[in-house]
């Protein structure tokens, strides 16, 4: 059963301090994608990774968060120094590239819940 | 730009009843692929049920239908033999089929279950 994982799942720290979060895709699954999900804000795309490369981070801001892709097996996205604003559920998801530039359908992980105190 | 609607913040059935949550959508696109996520209180994004607008046969997966309707931009999802495990925020989503990979979100359809 092909799924997305993450950890952390859930994350307590205090403010300034960094976080980092891991992402495992579906195995043969190409694309990325990091997301945010508050109550004020609903669902946000922070960025996305097609073949480990950067594609798209606008949704991120800049100054405190990161998102990388070591290898094909491994995504991850840091903050530093957090906010208590960065408390969120972060979920990241796959998916494959079926059309040029597209990939229809996405797979999300669990979600790691940040507090950030 | 595309958005996607989804009108009724709450909803509520009965055990085994069948309800039907909407959501409409705005795009100039003649092809794209439209979504249901379910997110139960585990926070957990489920894919519920795909839907390519090329397609006229409407999508069925187990109890979870829907009915697109592509003239009118609606695609809303039918849930038959409700079960208390359905209790969730269910959201509609877009996606273009060409030129991007990003997913447009509704805001949510809280639906509950009651025994």
């Known amino acids: 059963d092909a799924r997305v994982t993450q950890t952390p799942r859930h994350k307590v720290t205090e403010m300034g301090q960094e976080v980092t979060m891991r992402c495992q895709p579906i195995l043969g699954h190409n694309t990325v994608f990091w997301y945010r999900q508050t109550m004020m804000q609903g669902l946000e795309l922070l960025a996305y990774f097609r073949n480990r490369a950067p594609l798209d981070d606008s949704g991120m801001p800049k100054d405190r968060f990161s998102a990388e892709m070591p290898d094909a097996t491994l995504a991850t996205l840091k903050i530093q120094p957090s906010e208590p604003r960065d408390s969120a559920v972060y979920f990241c998801?796959?998916?494959?590239?079926?059309?040029?530039?597209?990939?229809?359908?996405?797979?999300f992980g669990p979600g790691t819940r940040l507090t950030v105190l | 730009a595309q958005t996607v609607t989804q009108s009724q913040p709450e909803m509520s059935v009965q055990e085994a009843e069948t309800v039907t949550l909407s959501c409409t959508y705005d795009?100039?696109?003649?092809?794209?692929?439209l979504f249901w996520y379910k997110q139960p209180p585990s926070r957990q994004m489920i894919l519920v049920i795909r839907q390519e607008a090329y397609k006229q046969q409407n999508a069925t997966e187990n109890r979870f239908s829907v009915n697109f309707q592509k003239a009118a931009k609606s695609f809303s999802l039918k849930i038959s033999d409700s079960q208390l495990g359905d209790a969730a925020m269910y959201f509609c989503a877009y996606h273009q089929s060409y030129n991007t990979d990003k997913l447009i979100f509704g805001t949510g359809t809280r639906l509950q279950v009651f025994p």
């Open positions: 795009t100039s696109e003649s092809d794209y692929y």
């Open positions: 998801a796959s998916g494959e590239t079926h059309k040029v530039w597209s990939t229809d359908t996405q797979y």
